[in-house]
């Protein structure tokens, strides 16, 4: 496997930006914490600190709870559905113009190579603000005939209105920053909702940028707040808030169940987009020539560290060795180095603690007896980076292929039963259901399969299609509720229900 560059110099508008004074957004202001305290931001690729971010804590929650109900019970609640649709297509044309600097601060930030933030950036994060932009106008109630019980001959008027929630805290995670961010933004600002953003501690830098773009679009104060820090802290707040009407959440399940227990104070609303290990089962008839990229984009996707990884492949044994060979060969071909290097394939991982997991699960699955096939070492050098991993014959009971690793390891399983349902109980046999795909000719077997596979959405030869207009989350441990498309609206608004009797 050859590695590409180590170090590549970030542009002029980038070290400019990195370089500023980085203090929380509240209230439409940029202020200082309550409590003078900071965090280090480090390029994964090099080790190196690239800015110093201001740390908020609860104190600083609660000013950023305030400026949000203000703006809510204010301004924010004046604007009309035309208006708000007007403010996110003005914000998805900022995001645009500014895109370059976003992409490299993601880059920077993350480790994730330029190509893979330049898509996401602008399909998932300027489009995504243009398709809940064409929300705002599109909300509606009904009217209901009833017949009111106490007034039998009487005539009546029953209509439904759909209101916001109110105040949203959204607490985002550090694989894919500003999407992530964006995620949670749009809907809420549709529906006529408040944020505050809680971003992730080890990738602040686009979630800053973003304020200044809030700013420049005519949003008004305090609708959107934003205050980096811990999640054990600031999130911790931000999660048991009395003032906040609901959580976004998107991270581990473990997080997950913290922040369940946070919201049990005033009852509040909770989504929750949590842990994945996708299966991706290939039938002796599937095309092999899109199976075997397939495989690999999907399991090595951000360095694996995404929720809708393939990294369980159920491949059936008539085409084990050419899967297993095929993937191996283009992960092993994979070029490792900095997300700003044309060069790189694949960036580092997000930090040292977990390129240390990581390696700890490639460890176990050695020890388990699982086929080391390719990769299982971190190079040397400066970065957080670990080669593209696959192991074979494995199975279920083996700890690498239960738990999500978050890390560029596949795990690759055979099977040979033609009872459909007894590949989907292995494949179902986890505590997540997030994604999945089938890949095969059948088009009456993939169709079964998908019906027996648990889990929020599976694709037909491809694996996690996603866009704009798709509902996406997961079943069981893999979280509550929806995002993306209407299903994404529907958790920030509220239904009233209204009787006028004549």
Partial sequence: MSAAPRSITPSPAAREFLGRRHQLFIGGQWVDPAEPATLEVLDPATEERIATVARGGPRDIDRAVAAARAAFQGEWSR??????????????????????????????????PRPIAHYSIAKFGCDFLRYYGGWCTKILGETIPVQPHDVPNGESLTYTRREPIGVVGAIVPWNSPLIMAVLKLAPALAAGCT?????????????????????KSGIPDGVVNIVPGY?????AALAAHDGVDKIAFTGSTEVGRKILLAAAGNLKRVTLELGGKSPFIVFPDADLARVIPGAARGAFFLQGQNCMASTRLFVHDDVFEPVVEGISKLA??????????????????????????????????????????CGGDAPAGKGFFVRPTVFARTSMDMKIAREEIFGPVLCVQSFSDS??????????????????????????VAHRMVNLIDSGQVS?????AVDPAIPFGGNRQSGWGREFGREGLDPYLKTKATTVMF
């Fill in 79 to 112: 604007i009309g559905s035309h208006q708000r649709s007007r403010l996110l297509f003005r914000l998805a044309d900022e995001l645009e113009a500014h895109l370059d600097l976003a992409v490299e601060l993601e880059v920077l930030d993350n480790g994730m």
């Fill in 195 to 215: 944020v505050v953003l809680k971003p992730a501690e080890l990738t602040p830098m686009t979630a800053l940028l973003l304020g200044e773009i809030i700013n």
């Fill in 231 to 235: 999640g054990h802290d600031a999130g």
């Fill in 332 to 373: 092993g071909a994979f070029r490792l180095g900095p997300g700003l290097s044309p060069d790189s394939d694949l960036g580092p991982l997000i930090s040292a603690e977990q390129r240390q997991r990581v390696m700890g699960y490639i460890a176990d699955g050695r020890k388990s007896g699982a086929e080391l096939v």
């Fill in 419 to 444: 009872d459909l349902k007894a590949v989907a109980a292995e494949a179902n046999k986890t505590i997540y259901g997030l994604s999945g795909s089938v890949w095969t000719r059948d088009i009456s």
């Fill in 460 to 464: 037909i030869n491809c694996h996690a």
